[in-house]
């Protein structure tokens, strides 16, 4: 029997995407659709390449619309997601796709977020090495609640995790920029994102370690090193309308060499179905992975400044949102891992 599931917050850029894998995914079926200023909608006015759901109506985000759910999909702007998954049912699966449930460190939220701290959910990312050994995919069998990563969190993770978790990575130096799409950040409208606005034309923007997916990053890749790490991270906005391109630098250890940074990431992504770790020469591009749950990496070594150059592409909304949602939403139901995420995918 078919696993019944509701969209909240399905208005949206991670709605729609959340909607079109769920249309592709054999063991779902789609309940309940809810949004906030857009509810009595159709989905037709918002997605209108959604077709197997067009004439689906958006209902108000409550917990009477929200119940009698095996799965709940939470696409809700950052600090309203715990509003609603606290009168959920503990028996649902309820997967968070903002960042409320994220971070382990409360305070760090409260920093970043200025709101107080929900709590910590199981973090949705299969692929992350550990420190402690195995894989963040151990953690995620069987549970009820999950945070699932942000985007640009992703890309950078699945890029620097192995290098460190081999001790081949320092991690007290870390540069990230990252070329980022204008759906990277959400629907709603900003002058500054507007097409008139980007074509054409590239703007840094969460500048000087203020970026709130800092200590997300720096949490996962101190989980992957078991040390403290730090990251200067920063975005920018290019005129794409999805994906992430990620260039991340760092200085290596004494015990670094690149044949064992290959090896590293080889016993690391080898068997991984969604990490692709590219030839050497090959550089990873973001039209390569339009609209498919997978991470394209490349290793490369500056010997004049003894700095490795780890480049990740990713799609924002699929391997960065809706498509980690759904490998994680596999794994704590107990079916195949891959279920309705296409391995060889064309662009939605």
């Given at each position: 029997m078919a696993f019944k599931v509701a969209v909240a917050g399905a208005s949206g850029y991670v709605g729609g995407e959340l909607l079109r894998l769920i249309a592709l995914h054999p063991e779902l079926e789609l309940g309940v659709v809810t949004a906030n200023t857009n509810a009595g909608q159709k989905l037709s006015a918002l997605h209108p390449h959604l077709h197997s759901f067009a004439d689906r109506v958006l209902l108000e985000t409550t917990k009477e619309n929200l119940s009698g759910h095996d799965v709940v999909f939470l696409a809700l702007p950052h600090a309203t997601s715990a509003e609603v998954a606290a009168y959920l049912s503990p028996e649902t699966l309820v997967l968070d796709c903002g960042a409320d449930f994220r971070l382990d460190d409360a305070a760090a939220w409260e920093k970043f977020y200025g709101t107080k701290h929900a709590g910590t959910w199981s973090y949705g990312m299969?692929?992350?090495?550990?420190?402690?050994?195995?894989?963040?995919?151990?953690?995620?069998?069987?549970?009820?609640?999950?945070?699932?990563?942000?985007?640009?969190?992703?890309?950078?993770?699945?890029?620097?995790?192995?290098?460190?978790?081999?001790?081949?990575?320092?991690?007290?130096?870390?540069?990230?920029?990252?070329?980022?799409?204008?759906?990277?950040?959400?629907?709603?409208?900003?002058?500054?994102?507007?097409?008139?606005?980007?074509?054409?034309?590239?703007?840094?923007?969460?500048?000087?370690?203020?970026?709130?997916?800092?200590?997300?990053?720096?949490?996962?890749?101190?989980?992957?090193?078991?040390?403290?790490?730090?990251?200067?991270?920063?975005?920018?906005?290019?005129?794409?309308?999805?994906?992430?391109?990620?260039?991340?630098?760092?200085?290596?250890?004494?015990?670094?060499?690149?044949?064992?940074?290959?090896?590293?990431?080889?016993?690391?992504?080898?068997?991984?179905?969604?990490?692709?770790?590219l030839p050497q020469g090959q550089l990873p591009n973001t039209s390569s992975v339009l609209g498919v749950n997978t991470a394209q990496i490349s290793l490369s070594f500056d010997e004049s400044v003894k700095r490795v150059v780890i480049v990740s592409a990713i799609d924002n909304l699929v391997k960065g949102t809706a498509g980690a949602a759904l490998q994680s939403m596999n794994l704590a139901l107990g079916l195949p891992e891959v279920t309705g995420l296409a391995i060889d995918g064309v662009a939605p």
């Open positions: 299969p692929e992350l090495t550990l420190a402690s050994g195995g894989k963040q995919r151990g953690n995620l069998r069987d549970v009820k609640r999950v945070a699932v990563p942000g985007c640009n969190v992703t890309a950078i993770t699945l890029a620097l995790a192995p290098g460190l978790t081999a001790g081949l990575i320092d991690p007290l130096d870390i540069v990230s920029i990252l070329s980022v799409g204008t759906s990277g950040a959400g629907r709603s409208l900003k002058a500054d994102l507007l097409a008139s606005e980007v074509q054409g034309s590239a703007r840094a923007y969460g500048v000087g370690g203020i970026h709130r997916h800092t200590p997300e990053i720096e949490q996962n890749l101190g989980k992957a090193s078991g040390l403290d790490v730090k990251v200067s991270f920063t975005p920018v906005l290019v005129p794409m309308s999805r994906g992430i391109l990620a260039v991340n630098t760092a200085k290596v250890t004494s015990s670094f060499s690149f044949d064992k940074l290959v090896v590293a990431y080889q016993d690391a992504y080898g068997d991984e179905v969604f990490v692709q770790v």
